[in-house]
């Protein structure tokens, strides 16, 4: 029944989340108790770090929950909230006596999160252990690169790309065979290949994911990448903030060197490429390729003018190729199946798949993988399972700061490059934030504002100034004091930001704003004309009273209020002082009667 | 001191003369930018200290200013936004007593930050404390967390 780790394929194998998130929810205790119990009980099995996307459709979401697969006699079981003092069970019932422990099985909703779904990048996330080699190699990796250093020249390769109609996926999307096949035609002896690690959305962790879950699928695009256009040198610049990624990373680089998949003589052949890492300093505009490169070079992160684009001036003046890690993935996959079977999934404009951050309202709040062209309603109710707490979808922001908001009458649309665009949003990095109707839209389009304006790097006025006197405008809006043609001048502004900005940052930030007044004029009207917050989020424009009927005098509200706003005595209702009332909600929050209006 | 200047200064070198890279080995040894430092590598690199500062202010993740024992990073991220996190920075804020304007408590115990995405966004509202990251936040597990905190520094 049992074997050792050398028959590791008839063995029994356990997958436990250790991705940044499955960590956070107690992955790695989780780990520790099997290691524990598993050796006291003197058993040989392999338990494995796996990173499989954290909430992978799991309903609830909390922090306290962990995935586990459990793959015995050729049969997979994913159990859901796993905690520790349950692995023990676990282990006898199910590693030792054959059965699985049925009350703590995913139930059918997890399968239908997955059926819907077509892995690509996501494909080994979950199955290979992201700090062995060996687990990669195991899955067919390093093939591709194989394939491309025996048999193909770099023209060759950059057709297959070309072919496979793949997309850029960091944003802007364009189209990467057609970026490689320049940069391989420009004369220098020595180019550059950059993945792009620096994912800065707000509310985005798809690259995270690739990266801690199957580092070396990046490696080995790269390699192809840079045998194509004929780079020597690589870099990954990837952020801080993302401490297990960049560990996970460089471990994967090392055994990569170690079995010479990178360095002077890749494979034993002619071609020489090696990476390096770079972190980022937390500075949002060098996800921006010119921005990346100065800081690359040291400097501060300032955007320069395109043209000349990198792939003829990039680093230190060279031609450089810049991918997104996302992009980087697709690669090996595209080699080994082939271009016409990549061009088969998607559409005809946007091929192939995306990986999204689903995050927000929504109930499997997670990462995805599906192909191109699918219908936003089948995202968030077929595979996203529609809006926790039963509240109703309002919209749903794509593309992060750069992007805009869906609302719901245009659930049916179609998620590709063309479509999102059509309507005010873009397809972006992959962030899917969804909002209910407790989501004030004029908040959110300040939050990103916010965001931005304090990201700019300020080089150019446009975006400095600009950014600066559109959040002094919604910051009024919200604090009740728009005016009049407030609205009009926030769409001029926006526009006259957009047209004339020196890079994608200031080029992009005003469409939250032009977006949500686009869909949701009547909340601004609401803030400006009425001086009411409908989705009572904006702080200054509610009023909190205590609904005489319903209250207890129990005296709650008084406890917490830092104001001392509240009056009232024992067993009587309450009152709260509109004048001293800071409307911080803290009454709201604790009262257990639901006395308290918000309005 | 000066012989960790030393060892930054080889490591320069090595890393083809990065300006960034020193400043984030600085501050992994010292918490923070050293004014000093900045002089003295000025000096020994024939560099104007300007571009130093340049740099250290221009990326959030340099600090000139020495932080908290503690460090409680708030992810003010779009789904931590929406999950509430500005209730959290405000409940945070005002528990610790921090300063107006400031992000380090008085005693220097803590440093309060707020950070743009942690990437962990399907755990909305995400805090970190410690490099620990700990999702689901409310304010009484926030405040939970930070006592617990507290205790180990008295238990010491």
Redesign the interface.
Known sequence: MWRTSALRNKGTTVRICMG??G???GGLEVMNTFKLHLRNKKIQAEVKKNCSM??VGCRG???KDVLVDVLRAGQKTTYQFVKPEMVERIIDEHLIGGAPVSEWVVGEDYARFHERQTKVVLSDCGVVDPEDITSYAASGGYNALKKVISTLSPSAVIEIIKKSGLRGRGGAGFPTGVKWDICSKEKSPQKYLICNAD???????MD?SVIEGNPHSIIEGMAIGAYAIGASKGYVYIR????LAVERLKKALKQARENRFLGNSVLGKRFGFDIKV???????VCGEETALIA?I?????MPRAKPPFPVYKGLWGKPTVINNVETLANVPAIVSRGAAWYASLGTEKSRGTKVF?L???IRN???IEVPMGISLKEIIYDIGGGIEHNRNFKAV?TG?PSGGCIPADLLEIKVDFESLAKVGSIVGSG?M?V?DES?CMVN?AK??LQ?TQS?S?GKCVPCRIGTKRLLEILERITSGKGRSGDIELLEELANDVKATSLCGLGQTAPNPILSTIRYFRDEYEAHIVSKKCPAGVCRDLLSYVVRQEACKGCGMCKRVC?AGAVTGEKKEAHKIDPEICVR??ACF?ACKFKAIGKG | MEKIFLKLHRNYIENEGNIISLLQEMQGEFGYIPVDAVYWFSKKLDIPASRFFGIATFYAQFHLSPRGKNIVTMCCGTACHVKGSERLINGVTTALRLPDGKNTTDDGEFTVEKVNCVGACSIAPVVIINRQVFGKMTSDSLMKEIRNVEDKRFEK
Request: hydrophobic share 35%; charged share 20%; aromatic share 10%.
């Open positions: 940044t998130g960590i956070a929810a954290h909430k979401l909390c922090a994912e800065g959305d707000p509310g985005a962790f995270r801080a903030e993302y401490p770079k972190l980022g300093a937390g500075a949002f800081s070079e040291g400097q501060r992160g951050a995050t927000g309202k709040s997670g990462l922001q992060g962030g934030v909002l989501d959110i939050f990103f965001f990201e790097c830092p911080c909600g929050e």
